[in-house]
């Protein structure tokens, strides 16, 4: 029997998001590599899927991969989950991915949703080139060396931040690109979902009225003409029109 690693995209907040064929294929696999077993376990349990769990997101997914891996090699159906969203953006998922192209092992996506399509859609922003930067860095020099290193950047740019770390990128984000209009998407697909098109100075207001929650994608293009960011060079966006 032909073993297959599926990679299975979850929700990212709304549960009506599960797609048909994401439930039925989590239904017949034998094992599900997940990102927090209780998380996961209540998601599946909803939807009626009663499958043996295994954390793989824990800081040891290197020494976890091949084993996993070898049991798809020895016949067995594996999903692999995330907390949400689909597996390997922005989480270790890609290290399983990495080792079952290295032994050859059968793999499947059950594409699905995920926060940055989601977010880049609803922005207005040019969708037809974007670049995803991932987390920023924590460290304020290295925040500031990712800035600089866009500040030429022509394509829709998108980040993840989390809560308690917005006010003080958005801050860096004025800093160093200056005050340019961004897209801060929150909660997507979620009953407080948000998207927020401000200069980043009114941005930071907007948020500082009460305390940060939830999940945020943050995006900006230097050539929307709305941006006005003091290190744009002179006939920068007619230039690359
Ligand atoms: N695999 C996920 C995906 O496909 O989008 C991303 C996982 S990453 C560890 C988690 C980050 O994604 C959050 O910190 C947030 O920046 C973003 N995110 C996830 N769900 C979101 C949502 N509903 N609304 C806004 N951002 C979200």
Redesign the pocket.
């Known amino acids: 029997m032909v073993g297959t690693l599926y990679l299975v995209a979850t929700p990212?907040?709304n549960l009506g998001d599960f797609t048909y064929r994401a439930v039925e294929t989590l239904k017949n696999v034998d094992l599900i590599a997940c990102e927090d077993t209780r998380h996961s376990k209540i998601l599946l349990a909803r939807y009626g899927i009663d499958k043996p769990l295994t954390g793989f997101f824990d800081f040891s997914e290197k020494e976890k991969a091949p084993r996993i891996i070898e049991k798809v090699k020895n016949g067995a159906k594996v999903a692999l989950i995330?907390d949400?969203?689909?597996?390997g953006?922005?989480?270790p998922g890609y290290r399983l991915v990495a080792e079952a192209i290295r032994v050859g092992a059968r793999m499947e996506a059950i594409p699905g949703p995920?926060?940055?399509v989601a977010?880049l859609v609803l922005s207005g922003l040019p969708t037809d080139r974007f670049v995803f930067e991932g987390f920023f860095p924590v460290k304020a020099g290295q925040k500031k060396a990712r800035l600089l290193s866009l500040k030429d950047e022509p394509r829709t740019v998108i980040f993840?931040?989390?809560p308690h770390r917005l006010l003080k990128t958005l801050e860096a984000i004025r800093e160093t690109l200056g005050d340019l209009e961004i897209v801060v998407?929150?909660?997507?697909?979620?009953k407080f979902e948000e998207v927020v098109r401000k200069r980043v100075s009114e941005a930071i207001t907007h948020f500082s009225h009460k305390k940060v929650l939830g999940?945020?994608?943050i995006l900006w293009n230097l050539m929307n003409p709305g941006g006005s960011s003091p290190n744009e060079p002179p006939g920068f966006i007619r230039r690359l029109r």
Do not use: H, Q
Request: glycine fraction near 8%; avoid cysteine.
């Open positions: 990212i907040g995330s949400a969203g689909t597996p953006i922005s989480d995920t926060a940055l977010a993840y931040e989390s998407a929150r909660e997507l697909t979620k999940e945020f994608v």
